[in-house]
Structures are given as C-alpha cells and as structure tokens.
C-alpha cells in the first residue's frame, strides 16, 4: 500500500509539472513600450531601428515614426526586457530610451 502511495504522489508532481510546462507560454504577458529614439535624421533610420529591435528575441511588433522619433515596441515580457530592446537600437547607432511602459496607457495614447 506504501508503494501504490507513493507512486501515486509521484505521477500527480510529474503531471502537475507537465501541465505548468504546457500552461507556461499561455502565462506570458505581452507589454509594450515606448521609446524615444536619438540620431534618426533620414527616412532610412526608422527601417534600421525597426529591425535592430525586431532581432531581439521576444519581440512581436514594432512601430516606428520618424517625426515623432519614437518607437513602440510589442514584447513578450518572459523573453526581454525594455531595457534588452533599446539596447539592440542604440548598438546600431540609435540611442533608445524608454518612455513608457504601461500598456494600458500606450494603447490609449495612440
């Protein structure tokens, strides 16, 4: 009887750690944030930008302006950070800064 009981907690963790693993991309948590962006002074900057920080793993979308020299970046926050995002963009000579990080509030601003 001892055994069976044991056996038995046994499947329920490992069933249990299998559901976590299976529920764990459903518990990511998109964001967004808005950067601002230096040293973009043609229209080819916002392309560079753009995909300087789409190569960063975890980010979904990305939106540009050149006239407003911003950016607003869509992230799953379990794989980056703001912080990882615009440093890819100033690596490529376009300092980035964040501005915001609220998404409730970047969805109504825009």
Same mark, same amino acid.
């Given at each position: 009887?001892?055994?069976? &009981?044991? $056996?038995? /907690?046994?499947?329920? *963790? ?13 518990? %990511? ?18 392309? &560079?930008? $753009?995909? /300087?920080?789409?190569? *960063? ?13 911003? %950016? ?26 964040? *501005? ?11």
């Amino acid at each position: 009887m001892t055994k069976w &009981i044991a $056996k038995m /907690a046994q499947t329920l *963790v490992l069933a249990g750690l299998l559901i976590g693993l299976a529920l764990a991309p459903a518990l %990511a948590k998109e964001r967004k944030a808005r950067f601002a962006i230096a040293n973009m002074t043609c229209a080819s900057c916002p392309v &560079i930008v $753009k995909r /300087a920080m789409e190569s *960063v793993d975890g980010v979904m979308a990305v939106s540009v302006s050149y006239e407003e020299k911003e %950016a607003v970046v869509t992230y799953d926050d379990t794989r980056t950070s703001p912080e990882a995002i615009a440093e890819a963009s100033t690596k490529h000579g376009y300092p980035a800064r964040v *501005v915001e990080d609220n998404p409730s509030q970047i969805d109504k601003n825009q």
